[in-house]
């Protein structure tokens, strides 16, 4: 295995690690993997570090990035920190100048998958993308289990829903430690405009795998509530949803970790061998 | 001029990033120490932010993920105190090494600190001056403050869960989601409290924990809220304090 560094994006202002098998296959795809929040692209318990060996293991390329304004990636002026879509294509460059992979698929948690749905929505070169506690969308059920748990688990109270983080402190733009009612979250598409991504998403076939917490299990409460939130989906054989209710998003557990881990590579290895097959 | 940088063993390489002044270069390059686990991640920007102070004021300075940690290479389960202080001496040659600096001040962040103390009186290191910011009292108030965050964080992820949701168990060599492989914890409560005299100068940079009798201090406007739970995933940004670091550094050394 092999793990470089490298500069990519206007004025080399990004910064990112490749991660590749020792002799790279050009014709399987690269993964992907942003910032998780404000953690830089080691990620939270050092996660994706072990995901991008895993995967190199496995012969597949990676290259984990910093968005501008994180880690050892410049500031950007003037760019609000939600949109990351411009890094994420940056980055595609990149692996595209390198001719050592074909297509990309992201994987992205927390904020990560806020920025893997954006990337998806611009870059037809994305073939798969993983969203890691991503949207949630409620629908009646999930409306109703969540006001049965307020009534059966009632020492219990509700987290909020974590979504994405801006260093950018909402009052300035100077540098100072960032508070918790600092910290900025994104908001999520509303429904109208996430039924129309999917949509998109589904013409080009990208392949869709949803993760959901325990973190969020007050939102998202069963596994087919994203299906019906967007009755569209159903039937979509390019999706796949999992609930692992024991695991934190951090995946903070050393178990819960490798067993997304081992997760995410076959399924990485499942949607490249499909689209080798089809091409 | 930022340049990444690999060393150190070939199987096993360490990942460091390397601030060039883009003027003239000061006779002494800094080695930034990190500190370990959630402190290292919240405060992994934060000492960017440093290193390009200290670079725009004419210092070298490398900072660099200890082994197993961070972009470096290795496993977490095999990582030992006595390793990662020798790699401080690793990184200090890799500074010179790329920079020609012919003296080095260690600036340590609270278990950084007491690595770097502990590299200077072992004498792995020949350094000038050593700078321990927000340095724990001693290896032991170290780890039992850190034990103490995992039961906080433990206690509170349990309270907001649903019963049929509890996280899993954290094995018994994981510690605040990181390797915490057996014999760590003892290796690191033996370091010794905080060292007033070793070779060089000794500085102590705190708001609020510089030891009565130092010779040498920065006192800083900022805390660190090491022990706050709810901000063990906030990042630290003491942009004030960085300043008058870099500042005093500035003044005192070459």
Redesign the interface.
């Known amino acids: 295995m092999n ?1 470089r ?1 490298i500069s990519f994006g206007e004025s080399g202002a990004l ?1 990112g ?1 490749i991660g590749s098998p020792e002799v790279p296959d050009p014709l399987r795809p690269a993964v992907l993997i942003p910032n998780t ?6 990620g ?3 996660m994706h ?1 072990e995901l991008a060996r895993a995967l190199a293991s496995a012969g597949l390329v990676s290259l984990r990035l910093d968005n501008a304004g ?3 990636s410049e500031t950007v002026p003037g760019r609000s920190d939600a949109d990351s879509a411009p890094d994420l294509c940056a980055a595609m460059d990149a692996l595209d100048a390198r001719n050592i992979s074909t297509g990309t698929i992201i994987i992205g948690s927390h904020s990560g998958a806020h920025d893997a749905h954006e990337a998806a929505r611009v870059d037809p070169r994305l073939i798969g993308a993983v969203f890691l506690d991503g949207y949630v969308h409620s629908t009646p059920r999930a409306w109703l289990n969540r006001t049965m ?1 307020r009534l059966t ?1 009632r ?5 909020p829903v974590p979504l994405g983080i801006s ?1 950018t402190p909402k009052s300035g733009n ?7 009612s600092e ?1 900025h979250y994104y908001d999520p598409p509303s429904d109208e405009r996430m039924a129309a991504d999917l949509v998109e998403f589904m013409r080009r076939q990208l392949a869709l795998l949803y993760v959901y917490t ?2 969020v ?2 939102d998202y409460s069963y596994a087919a509530q994203l299906i019906d939130a967007f009755p569209l989906l159903r039937g979509y054989r390019h999706l796949s949803i999992r609930q692992i ?4 998003h ?1 995946f ?5 970790r490798e067993a997304l881990i081992d997760m995410l590579v076959d399924w990485v290895l499942a949607v490249a061998a499909k689209r080798q097959a089809t091409v | 001029m ?1 340049k ?1 940088l ?1 060393f150190g063993p070939v199987a096993q390489p360490l ?1 460091g ?1 390397l601030h060039r002044p883009r003027g003239a270069s000061r006779q002494t390059g800094v080695l930034l120490c990190n500190s370990w686990g959630t402190e290292y ?1 919240r405060t ?2 934060g000492l ?2 440093l290193a390009q102070s200290l670079s725009a004021s004419g210092f070298p300075v490398l900072r660099f993920d200890y082994g197993g ?3 470096s ?1 290795g496993d ?1 389960r095999s990582s030992c105190l006595s390793g990662w202080i020798d790699e401080l001496g690793i990184a200090a040659q890799a500074l010179r090494a790329e920079t020609g600096c012919s003296e080095l001040c260690l600036l340590g962040l609270r278990f950084g600190a007491l690595l770097a103390q502990e590299a200077v009186a072992t004498g792995i290191i020949d350094a000038q001056a050593v700078a321990l910011w927000d340095s724990p009292p001693s290896g032991e108030v170290f780890v039992a403050n850190l034990q103490q965050m995992d039961d906080a964080l433990n206690h509170k ?1 349990s ?13 018994r060599d ?1 510690l ?4 915490w492989p057996d014999g760590l914890a003892a290796d690191i409560a033996r370091l010794p409290g905080l060292r007033k005299h070793l070779p060089g100068r000794v500085i102590f940079v705190s708001r609020d924990r510089i030891p009565p009798d130092s010779v040498e201090s920065i006192r800083l406007p ?1 805390a660190g ?1 090491w022990s706050d739970v ?2 063990i ?8 304090s960085f300043r008058i670091v870099t500042e005093r550094l500035a003044d005192g050394l070459k």
């Open positions: 793990e560094a910064f690690i929040g404000v953690i830089h692209r080691v939270p318990s050092r570090v994180l880690g050892d748990a688990e020492s219990r109270h509700l987290p260093l100077a540098l100072h430690d960032v508070l918790p910290i325990g973190d299990e007050h209710p024991e695991a934190d951090h903070l557990r050393r178990a819960t | 930022n990444p690999y990942f990033m991640l992994y920007r960017r932010e940690t961070g972009d290479g977490g992820r309270s907001e869960r649903r019963v049929r949701s509890q996280l899993v168990p954290p094995a994981e605040l989601g990181h390797e900022d809220h709810e901000r995933h906030s990042p630290w940004l003491p942009s004030a």
